[in-house]
């Protein structure tokens, strides 16, 4: 295509679409820091690590250390670990299988002494998730793997294992009222 040539839609549409990720660069360049990570998020551009960044990180490797070897395929009892999640909304999301393969969730959260907790480790509650307001029946099998697993956290609490940062139900539920908590 000679540069003297007329102007042509293709030839608008080939200049357009050069330009297009220089005026991006641009646009980015002096757009807010939020907007930075929203476009890195969608073109995976790397981004600058925060200080919240760093403080999931450091929760996540705390409950790794607090769950020790529990993995997926690990066994609560008759129940069977299907996933472990990471530190979320303040608490560690373990979707669990019933010994018939009936999907459950058992949630670790900070204890603060009230009710309704299953089982109970050393500044922990363990709450099975069954949607319910404290006052719905605990199936058994899942009231056991949810004291299963408040042993297992004793045990690796006297074992020298930290508690990462986490939040009580009642703080939970006011910060992320409308929160479904899946692993």
Known sequence: ??????????????????????????????????????????????????????????????????????????????????????VRHGSIALSMASSGGRPFQLDVLRDDGRGGAVGRAPGLAIYVSNEGDGGTPTDEEQGLAAMALARLLRRRVREGARVPAMLTLVEREQRFPRGLFRA
């Open 1 to 86: 295509m000679a540069l003297d040539s007329p102007p042509t839609r293709r030839r608008a549409l080939l200049t357009l679409g050069a330009s297009l990720p220089a005026f991006a660069a641009a646009r980015l360049a002096f757009a807010s820091p939020a907007a930075r990570v929203e476009v890195a998020a969608v073109t995976r551009i790397p981004r600058a690590v925060g200080a919240a960044d760093l403080a999931m990180a450091a929760a996540d490797a705390e409950a790794s250390e607090l769950l020790g070897a529990l993995r997926r395929g690990s066994h609560l009892g008759a129940s069977r670990v299907i996933e472990v999640g990471p």
